[in-house]
């Protein structure tokens, strides 16, 4: 008996749905699951066509990274997950993805301003984007210094408020208190990163929104008094 | 027996037209569909993905926003839509999306210049942009004033001639004589925002539609002597 | 005995591929298919949406635009088909739509340059652009003029050489010898209106493709040494 | 009994991936499959709609484009793909496409900087663009001398960290050891090619990805101690 299959199954179905949602072009992206209670993930195994995967395909590994189930190699980004369950226990699933608005923010190197409420209803305030790695970082443990980049340009803000960010140069990471929530929010992203583009298309100057409105729209959807969605699944919820 | 089936199913298939169409990624977006009858009006239920719903999920609710027959909670966005209905008895839906490219005009608070005939033969001008909400306003009950400001910002235009308006720094809403014309009218509006904005990334002075293009199209679609479509569904309704 | 249902199930085909390519949002865009044995032609009727055609509802018409055979009015762009029969009975397909990279180009009111061989394949030089039309032609009779214009801006090219053009502030209309042709340069041409506009945003200053690739691009595939496609379909027909 | 039936097979599964995966309208497009010891390849047929293609219709050629089996005439590309299979005897496929945002840049006759990992990921440094091409040059073998552009472009860096080319004013090509992966790269060049617009649209003066990135990229999926994907299929093979 495979003691972590509903967590591969769990974590195969949040795969699944990225080249679902257009997000994903060929092999270029990953999500795993977080079982909390054990402390280990599923990820996506590295280079496997999504249309091959299977359940039983999907590593399972701890948060120093070590493999407990599983045959196939991880995704050559797994130490970046393993870092962030690490350091956010609460959290319950990572997603990486190539998605080509979000990507040409990070390629950019800008964080993306908040102009609206589809931002706002996602993420308390600007996307941000991480530094470009030094050069003696890279030459280092790469995929673990990517995830310390994450945690160093998310210090000061609560990462259940914001729950995505812009690797310099790289793409986007999302997260949230489940897997299905980090999915979600690659989503968003990308459809966020679409909107301001075209917003500073159509008006270069546009400035960010205005803190009232951020807020309302942030606090209805994920405050203690939250009032989106059917109150057993969201008003508990912080996170998405 | 539920005597507000036929009214749910209606506001259900125009409901399930918004991820058919690519106006609706996620839960972010709402259409309702109003009994002129009986003056009430089903809606999307909040936070529900839209491949979930059934008919009976579909809250109704009266024009100040009173539940007269459902048990999901309503759309966030509910009173905006009940304070349209109370204004306006002789419109039959309601939509909002968050669609990208009307949400970048939104967001870069412009209203979108009538250019050409894809334009005009939805509406008779610019698509109007609220002004941003003040702090009050939106400190108040935030939702209601959004119809609010939907309402002042129509003022001195039919509401029959011009279906569709930008809520400034949020996005679209639409509506029409009947729910499925509030749905073309949103799936209209994308389609022309994208074609205005590269309008102006291919000449960026290019200048209004002349008003007498404007109003021949207008017309020949929506005005009295209208020779579009089929005689009996078209020239005797002005709103499409 | 219907003696119109295979030019109108014809017909039909043509109108369908336009949704199903992407170039037709709701109701806005007809194609029509012409007998040059009989002179008549079948066309969309105006206002159906696509999936509601069925073969025997698309009128048949005469080049002076009487109605032959068929019940429901005819598209009201109607007449600009009828008027390029008249002048040029040697093609057999007229299509109209609003799609959206080339409707950008029409609303910008510019000739689409030449700037790669994906348009020296289907058209000998710049894609024109017609003048925006005078009140009192509006005035008149509109879809009349609309062909009109079409004639005039063609003056001075063969219209198998350049089998589109840009109608100022409205949109595309596309020919061909046959009806399947008239849709693939409807295809075509939207995806040449596209990389063009992305051609200048790379490069604002990229100049026309220089005459000698535009005529090999050009001959290669429809001159009289043609030697693009099967030796039985393609050297023979230089529309395509 | 028809030996190349197994080649033919594969080069059409890489052709219908074509449309499948949105790089190609109509017909504007092309895939070979080499078969390194007999050294012929299957190539599709001109001009026949990529739906209607049947494995046998695929001509067999050498590599002096001399037909060695099959019926149909070959595509007008074909000169171009048996040039590249002389000088390079160690690819396996080879893909031509008119994908539009690929397309753009070769019509601004750009080279397409690397700017992120997604760049990195498939090549080694820029993409780079061939010269126009001179008149004497197209006055003769066209496609032979499309060929000879790519081999003179690509001189001075390895086939196999550099599989992709924009030819001027024409389009993208691109090869790999196996034609499975020529197609995985032209599908990679379109996304490339759309975030390189978007990131020169966030931030025109974005700099190039430095050295120390785009090496670590590249080495971790196609370098001798690479990493990525699983150990059977990839680290023994560059050029993906």
């Not at 599923?42 to 299977?54: C, E, H, R, T, Y």
């Not at 917003?199 to 009232?212: D, G, H, V, Y």
Request: charged share 20%.
């Amino acid at each position: 008996m495979n003691p972590y299959l509903e967590l591969q199954s769990r974590a195969l179905a949040c795969n699944l749905r990225l080249p679902a949602s257009g997000l994903v072009t060929g092999t270029f992206g990953n999500a795993s699951a977080f079982d909390r209670q054990r402390g280990v993930f599923a990820i996506k195994p590295s280079g496997v066509p999504f249309s091959d995967l299977k359940a039983e395909d999907l590593p399972v590994l701890d948060v120093t990274g070590k493999v407990v189930y599983g045959g196939l190699r991880p995704s050559s980004d797994m130490p970046t997950h393993a870092l962030l369950y690490e350091a956010w226990p609460d959290i319950g699933g990572v997603v990486h993805t190539h998605s080509p608005y979000a990507v040409a923010w990070a390629q950019a190197m800008r964080p993306i301003p908040v102009f609206g409420t589809t931002h706002a209803d996602h993420c308390d305030g600007d996307i941000p984007c991480t530094a470009p790695m030094a050069d003696d970082r890279i030459a280092g443990n790469y995929e673990v210094e990517t995830g310390r980049q994450i945690l160093d340009t998310l210090a000061g803000v609560s990462h259940l408020d914001v729950t995505m960010v812009l690797v310099a140069c790289h793409g986007p990471f999302t997260w949230g208190t489940t897997p299905e929530k980090a999915v979600d929010n690659s989503i968003a992203l990308e459809l966020i990163a679409q909107m301001a583009l075209h917003t500073l298309q159509i008006a270069p100057q546009t400035p960010r929104l205005k803190e009232s409105l951020l807020k309302k729209h942030f606090e209805r959807k994920h405050g203690p008094d939250a009032y989106y969605g059917q109150a057993s699944s969201t008003s508990k919820d912080p996170s998405r």
